[in-house]
């Protein structure tokens, strides 16, 4: 986040004080004192601001920790075929994630990607099998059938009027679950075209394709959400509906834009797991959502809505890459490694509800700061 | 209280209706806004009061009657075009983004994009925003300490300040307050109330609603009366009409002891 440039500007308003208790500039003679009335609670509101700051960057500290204990307790860690399975683990979350952020800005919730991804899947594999279908139309059908599901999401939970995205979400998990697997028999398609394999399992030099197509989508999203009036309009619904209304932002098509952005990432997913796999598998992407989910909150977006950026999405997703990966190299229990990873996300969602406090205490200090 | 007759109503509302359902909340409202005036509009709880704003700012639509602008019958559809034809508000709840900073919530909904063509997904120029947020505050002499700082961080009185600077900075008409100081302290309502006794010098005529008789008395020209969504009197907002104000707006035709 850029913020303003904190070069000195024309003369600062009395009234109040200072905000930051930063340390006297080294250059120049006049060091400028905290005015003497507010100066008692400067020390506060720095502490306030400090913790702040390390609770911002609690889930960037979180993989770290993780990730140098792990290399230290087991040194295949680093190596480099190593990291690029933790890159290939780590893409299909990384995408649903970027998807799912969306969601979630606005207060959502998308718990349908997972059986999207399942129905995208296999519905390219079958236009693949069916029509022999070239790379390009095998995309393009998974994309679409992502894109689809999406919109009927977003549109069954707008226009129907339905208080809350959880239900028609969680009823989509199992239609498009369903639907993937009546329309496929429930088999397999076996085969994927060489476009497909490309992008689940190339490589370019070192670097995994699937790597690649997420930095892209990644940089992709960043200016939508950050550069974008309709990224913006995404954040302002999810700080305040009702104020989004008043100000005259279309919430309704907003609204739906989430949900066909979380399906589309679906549909992107599914081209890399079927590629992965080389087929069109109706049962792809079983619980993926929850990882989806829990990388976006891992990384450090409230879920509250409003606050998130694509960079928490990425951290996310490789911090429960990182725990996999390396807990399985340590050859961990599975069982226990379930229980890291829902201990890692109650930490993350503790972080942001610490983080709603502190700005609270931060907010009272100043207003008594004023008065 | 100077503003007696100063030429046409910038603003007038004739004969408003609305119902909801089986209730009526508008029935036969009359208003008149003229130039440079501060109007306050008072009433019960339900009388109408809110119905009236909301209907002027674009988020109820009149069942019956027409708003004027200048004269011309508008057609005010949806908030963009009220703040289209100049008339902004001030709601209650301030529609303030807490996640976002100072001049993201100045442009909230009018984001300056480029390039036009690709509409709202045309990238904001971020600088051009914060320069002009930078210059507003100034121009209005709000006090607000560091503008890269997200609203939710700010006091009541902060908030406050930027919602009704925000207003204040588009309207070229008509900026309409609904209760802008009943979540705040003495001095901040004090300064509130300097911002909005201010507004007619930036040619910009106010709709006050406020449930604070010292208030209207104090910066009110003019106070029109909404007794179950009827327009029931208006007089001069001195001190002296302070008693029989109280009186239109409870309903007693004679002072209530």
New interface residues.
């Given amino acids: 986040m ?3 440039s904190d070069a000195p500007q024309s003369p ?2 009395v ?6 208790s930063a340390p006297p500039s080294p250059r120049g003679f006049g060091k400028r004192k905290v005015p003497a009335f507010s100066g008692d609670r400067v020390p506060a509101q720095g502490t306030v601001n400090l913790l702040l700051a390390v609770v911002g960057a609690g889930p960037v500290i979180v993989l770290l920790v993780i990730g140098i204990v792990i290399s230290l307790a087991q040194p295949l860690f680093y190596t480099g075929g190593n990291l690029q399975n933790l890159l290939i683990q780590s893409s299909v979350i990384a995408i649903l994630g970027l998807g799912q952020l969306t969601v979630i800005l606005t207060s959502g919730i998308d718990l349908s990607v997972g059986s999207i991804l399942g129905l995208a899947s296999v519905s390219g594999g079958m236009v693949y099998l069916s029509y022999s279908a070239g790379g390009g139309l095998t995309i393009v059908t998974m994309l679409l059938v992502g894109l689809g599901v999406g919109v009927l999401n977003g549109v069954i939970y707008v226009k129907g009027r339905i208080p809350h995205p959880f239900i028609v979400t969680l009823a989509m998990l199992s239609l498009a679950r369903g639907a993937a697997l009546a329309i496929s028999g429930g088999t397999v398609q076996i085969g994927m075209p060489d476009a497909i394999l490309f992008a689940g399992q190339g490589f370019i030099g070192p670097v995994p394709v699937p790597a690649i197509i997420v930095v892209l989508s990644a940089a992709l999203m960043y ?2 959400l950050a ?4 990224g ?2 995404i ?2 619904v ?3 509906e ?8 279309p919430v309704d098509k907003v609204l739906i834009s989430v949900y066909a952005i979380s399906g589309l990432s679906a549909g992107a997913a599914a081209i890399l797991v079927s590629g992965r796999t080389a087929s069109g598998d109706p049962s792809a992407g079983y619980q993926a959502e929850l990882d989806a989910i829990s990388a976006v909150i891992i990384g450090g977006a409230s879920f509250f809505g ?2 998130g950026t694509v960079l928490n999405v990425l951290v996310g997703a490789l911090t429960l890459g990182v725990i996999r990966n390396g807990l399985d190299l340590l050859s961990v229990n599975p069982f226990l490694q379930l229980i890291a990873l829902g201990a890692v996300l109650l930490l993350a969602v503790q972080l942001d509800v610490i983080r709603e406090r502190l ?1 609270g205490r ?2 009272l200090m ?2 008594e700061a ?2 | 209280m100077s503003a007696e007759q100063r030429g046409a109503p910038v603003l007038s509302v004739r004969g408003a209706m609305k119902r909801f359902g089986g209730v009526v909340a508008l029935d036969d409202v009359n208003l008149d806004l003229y130039p440079g005036e501060i109007l306050a509009v008072l009433g019960d709880n339900g009388a109408g009061k809110s119905t009236l704003i909301k209907s002027i ?3 109820h639509r009149l069942d019956g009657g027409v708003v004027e602008m200048d004269g011309q019958p508008v057609d005010i559809r ?3 075009i009220a ?1 289209a034809i100049g008339i902004e ?1 001030v ?1 209650q ?8 900073r100072p001049s ?1 919530n100045f442009f ?4 300056v ?1 480029r390039p036009r063509w ?7 120029s ?1 600088r051009h925003m ?1 320069k002009e947020t930078d210059e507003i505050i100034e121009r209005l002499q709000v ?8 609203i ?7 908030r406050q300040a930027i919602a009704c600077a925000r207003a204040v900075a588009f309207a070229s008409r008509v900026v309409i307050l609904d209760e802008p100081t009943a979540a705040l ?1 003495l ?2 309502t004090r300064n509130v109330m300097n911002l909005v006794r201010r507004l007619p010098e930036q040619g910009v005529s106010v709709i006050l609603i406020t449930h604070n008789m010292d208030q209207v008395v104090e910066v009110a020209d003019r106070a029109l009366v909404l007794r179950r969504g009827t327009s029931v009197g208006e007089m001069p907002a001195t001190r002296e009409n302070q008693a029989a104000l109280v009186s239109l707006i409870m309903g007693a035709d004679t002072p209530a002891h």
Avoid: C, H
């Fill in positions: 850029s913020r303003s600062p308003a009234s109040g004080g200072e905000t930051r200016i939508f550069r974008t009036k309709w913006r309009w954040y302002a999810g700080g305040n009702q104020g989004a209304r008043q100000v005259g932002i409003g606050r700005e931060l907010r100043r207003a004023v008065a | 700012s674009g988020v949806s908030p963009q703040r508000t709601y709840d301030l529609a303030l983004f807490d996640n976002l993201a909230v909904g009018r984001e994009t690709l509409g709202p997904l045309g990238l904001m971020e914060r006090t607000v300490r560091d503008t890269s700082t997200l939710g961080l700010m006091s009541g009185g902060q302290g001095r901040e």
